[in-house]
């Protein structure tokens, strides 16, 4: 099957194999999403898109997995946005740029600014970005138990381990805690011997996965909205046809839906099973989560918006009060 | 795809034949995988960059300079000293304190580098000393470093932990039955084998009062070596620092009680002691570096995968099916690295072993002993090649008995632990966390 | 001072400067990891930023520990055969083939870790926090391996060397 278009640039149909990797084990709800997508791709093409999944990032670090997406030696990738090669694209999870639900979707909404400022920085690496994946609002967990944690005028005279990325560090420092670089790998230790009391940067599916064990205590302050997004090497998309294209987008546009449908279930139900685990989540009252949203916004956004872009980030926030 | 992969591991065991330097044995073996197997080296630089640079990974050089500097600064003599008070007079008496140290190690540092790194500079030149030959010496401080991986924390549990979504901590507690079993195990073959040993030096026969002199001496003269330990556990289990810290903390203090308070180092040795270190690090990073890449071309080619689907279909018998499962693990060891190997199988597995009635549980320590074994079975065997540049020491001389460790002391607990779940289980539960 | 001895020179110096570079990095990487510590646990201020610094002492020491090692021809081996080879003659024979594995074996990597070195150029990254151009960390590797290339083509020569002149001895015997 060919296809031809007006262009004259007449690309065929063909037998591919791709590899895509993404960030969770085998059998998570992310592998079940990327599994699904892979069987719409291979029946929607006849079989011809076979694509083999790589999880729990075996292929490397997501970041680097992004830079070989760019150099078209791997096909795809469901991942957080990486900022090895541009840094402005931790905008994606610039703290408190949404609140809740609603927000988030209005702010990565199709045709948005932010997320038409996000496909054209993923397209200078050589990337096109087939649909955007939303998975949680972030949070801290402790191994121990706070003082008053919803109280930003004292300090919770807490450690907790921060990713290196300059937002995280300023938005635990704005919530009242101590910001130190762990290795995500030494964590787990890190936390149970108590070089760290806890923990920034996941959320609640994350730390029910890898640190329920040392967890005493879920606060979810929804510091960030995390976002990641389903890409392929711009190489191999513009070699596919266009029929190829559409029938990409369209599932992938399935995947985003879907997904916006079940992600808020399913934050909810990590936070039941963290609670199963016998550890305290802490509920926050609206006010108190519009204080934390207030004080970051306040204090953090000026010190980290011109890393992406003060003019782009304005106009994201713009809105946002 | 199977026989380019069976065909690399032959050419990788020649060139390995051919005394062909390490980082090139295994870089010959990627670049037949990069042109027969079709496997894109574009980015696979990039990607050992990021690999290397990884903070996980310094911990092995810091400590291989931990260990030569406590070695070079007088402290490791004077704590070993200490300890010929009490096992001196004992005919493999050290070879246990190695075992034990080891151990010991292995409860502060999560990987199976750790033990040789730090305690081969100073363990192997002084069971040479005390007239064990230096294969033996070396084999027995390399075979003993992996109880690393055995003894929590552990690198490949947190792995296991994390894929298969079982309690890190239960899957911690799994691995320390066999752990201390395989304590147990080298000790005894070291001491029967010293027995045997005609060279080796024992303390003089003493009167008691005589002993009782000698131990304050040393006691008194041990007092700032003894510190370091102290510092190291207590900074560890304090949570002051993570185990790779503690190796630069070690190497930062040694360096005033060797200049300073025992005076055994001057500017002349510290310079070349910090040289050799680092080119020992040098040698053996340089390895790791094509073993990695190495490694993430079978991952990219799914050669597991592709194996277990050959084998896994064979039989419905349990005993037969753990065999297999056992002989499949070793084989993983023998070609990829213990973090890779848990990533990659464990998953592939556990719906296997689950359906055969075995818990996830034991089915960590069952992969966590293999797994943990892949260090020191070549091709790929970095523990045992970390081993032989501490010790300086050749491959000749290592093989024999690390074999007969293997053979005699490891295989056995391999087999307790596959088929004695209670081995594995009876900790977690003691902990309610069954 | 004729050009032979001015390589030989250049030689000893360059070798010099690598070996103290290897010691100043080795000795550097404790320090920063002490510091860390300090500043955590007894200033209560962890340094964001000491990690990602750490990043290019670590590969330099690697690849730079990793020249030195072929430097002194001191790389870890597994040579089982060596056992069984009695012969002098046999013994060149098979030095000169580990050698030339080895020198084909490090160009094909050289090859690639250049055209790494060229794609980092390209790309110009910077570190999360700190933003120091990573490149200077990215490039050790193709430094790092072409000096471990060039050290192996030394030994390639020696041993070339010490055959004929083996061989040359044998003729002038016969003759
Ligand atoms: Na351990
Ligand atoms: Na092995």
């Excluded at chain 1, 702010?107 to 400022?117: C, E, H």
């Excluded at chain 2, 030149?125 to 007239?131: A, E, I, S, T």
């Excluded at chain 2, 064979?314 to 084989?331: E, R, V």
């Excluded at chain 3, 690849?63 to 055969?81: D, K």
Aim: glycine fraction near 8%; charge should be neutral; include cysteine.
């Amino acid at each position: 099957t060919s296809s031809t278009s007006a262009g004259g640039e007449n690309k065929e149909s063909k037998a591919r194999k791709w590899k895509i990797g993404h960030v969770r084990p085998k059998g998570t709800v992310v592998d079940n999403d990327v599994t699904e997508f892979v069987n719409n791709v291979k029946e929607a093409s006849d079989g011809l898109i076979e694509i083999e999944i790589y999880p729990s990032s075996q292929l490397g670090d997501y970041n680097v997995v992004q830079e070989r997406v760019g150099m078209a030696d791997i096909e795809m990738q469901l991942a957080p946005a990486g900022t090895n090669v541009d840094k402005s694209l931790g905008i994606s999870s610039a703290p408190y740029l949404a609140t809740n639900w609603d927000e988030a979707r209005e702010l990565f909404k199709r045709d948005g600014v932010l997320i038409n400022a996000i496909e054209e920085k993923f397209e200078k690496q050589g990337i096109k970005v087939i649909a955007s994946y939303p998975v949680y609002f972030g949070g801290i967990a402790l191994a121990k138990e706070p003082k008053d944690p919803a109280n930003l005028q004292v300090s919770q005279n807490m450690k907790i381990r921060v990713p290196g990325i300059k937002s995280y560090e300023a938005t635990a420092e704005a919530l009242g805690y101590m910001a130190t670089p762990i290795p995500y790998a030494e964590a787990f230790t890190a936390m149970q011997t108590g070089i760290v009391d806890g923990a920034i940067g996941s959320g609640a599916e994350g730390y029910y996965s890898s640190f329920r064990d040392v967890t005493k205590c879920y606060l979810p302050l929804n510091d960030h909205f995390e976002m990641w997004y389903l890409y392929m090497s711009l190489d191999v998309w513009n070699d596919l046809s266009d029929d190829e294209k559409k029938m990409l987008e369209e599932i992938g546009l399935k995947l985003e839906e879907k997904r916006y449908e079940t992600a808020e279930a399913d934050q909810k139900e990590f936070e039941n099973k963290l609670k199963e685990e016998g550890i305290k989540v802490i509920e926050f009252t609206d006010e108190e989560l519009a204080n934390f949203a207030k004080k970051v916004r306040e204090t953090v956004w000026p010190e980290i918006k011109d890393e992406f872009g003060a003019e782009l980030f304005d106009s994201v926030t713009e809105n946002i009060k | 795809m199977l026989t380019i992969v069976l065909l690399d591991v032959i050419l990788l065991v020649l060139l390995l034949m051919l005394s062909v330097p390490l980082p090139y044995c295994f870089g010959g073996a990627l670049m037949f995988m990069s042109i027969f197997g079709g496997v894109s080296m574009k980015s696979m630089m990039l990607w050992a960059f990021n690999q290397m640079i990884s903070p996980i990974l310094l911990a092995s050089p810091l400590f291989v300079l931990a260990g030569t500097l406590m070695g070079g600064s007088g402290i490791a003599k004077r704590l070993l000293n200490l300890a010929d008070s009490f096992v001196g007079r004992i005919k493999g008496g050290i070879g246990v304190v190695a075992v034990a140290t080891c151990a010991f190690i292995g409860a502060i540092s999560g990987s199976g580098f750790t033990g040789v790194a730090a305690t081969g500079p100073i363990l192997i030149p002084r069971m040479v000393d005390k007239g064990y030959p230096r294969g033996y010496a070396t084999a027995l401080v390399t075979v003993s470093s992996i109880l690393g991986l055995l003894i929590p924390p552990s690198v490949i549990m947190i792995l296991y932990g994390w894929v298969t979504e079982t309690s890190i901590l239960a899957c911690f507690l799994s691995t320390v039955g066999p752990g201390l079993a395989i304590v147990v195990t080298f000790s005894i073959i070291n001491l029967i084998w010293a027995k045997k040993m005609p060279n080796i030096v024992l303390e003089p026969p003493l009167e008691s009062s005589e002993k009782r002199k000698i131990l304050l001496k040393r006691m008194r003269v041990a007092l700032p070596a003894i510190a370091m330990p102290v510092i190291i556990l207590g900074g560890i289990y304090g949570g002051i620092f993570t185990p790779a810290e503690a190796a630069g903390v070690a190497c930062v203090l040694s360096i005033p009680v060797g200049f300073f308070i025992y005076r055994e180092l001057k500017f002349d040795n510290f310079y070349k002691l910090v040289g050799e270190s680092a080119t020992s690090v040098g040698a053996i990073m340089t390895m790791i570096i094509f073993t990695l890449m190495l490694s993430q071309t079978y991952v990219m080619l799914r050669v597991p995968q592709a194996i277990i689907e050959i084998f896994f279909n064979l039989t419905d018998s349990k005993i037969i099916m753990l065999i297999i499962i056992n002989i499949f693990l070793f084989f993983v060891g023998m070609i990829v690295n213990d973090a890779t190997g848990m990533i990659l199988v464990a998953p592939l597995l556990l719906p296997l072993v689950t359906k055969l009635g075995i818990s996830p549980i034991h089915f960590a320590a069952i992969m966590g002993v293999n797994l943990a074994m892949g260090g020191v079975t070549p091709p790929y065997a970095s523990i045992l090649y970390l081993g032989m540049r501490i010790g300086k020491c050749e491959f000749k001389e290592i093989v024999t008995p690390t074999m007969v460790f293997l053979l005699l002391g490891y295989l056995p607990v391999v087999i307790l632990t596959t088929f004695i779940p209670e081995l594995s289980l009876y900790l977690p539960r003691l902990m309610g966390l069954l | 001072m004729g050009p032979n001895s001015a390589i030989r020179s250049i030689w000893k110096n360059l070798t010099r400067l690598q070996a103290k570079l290897t010691f100043i990095i080795m000795i550097i990487l404790p320090f920063m990891v002490f510091i860390q510590v300090l500043l955590r646990y007894v200033f209560r201020v962890p340094l964001m930023g000491i990690e990602e610094l750490m990043i290019y002492p670590i590969i330099w020491l690697y690849m730079l520990g990793g020249a030195n090692a072929s430097l002194e021809r001191n790389h870890i081996s597994c040579g089982i055969l060596t056992l069984y080879i009695k012969r002098e003659r046999t013994m060149q024979i098979f030095n000169i083939t580990k050698a030339l594995v080895s020198l084909g074996v490090s160009l094909w990597l050289t090859y690639w870790s250049y055209w790494y070195f060229l794609y980092s150029l390209k790309v110009w990254k910077y570190t999360d926090l700190v933003k120091v151009p990573l490149f200077f960390g990215e490039s050790a590797l193709f430094i790092g391996l072409t000096l471990m290339t060039i050290y192996t083509a030394v030994e390639l020569v020696d041993y070339i060397q010490i055959f004929a002149r083996s061989l040359r001895k044998e003729k002038e015997e016969l003759s």
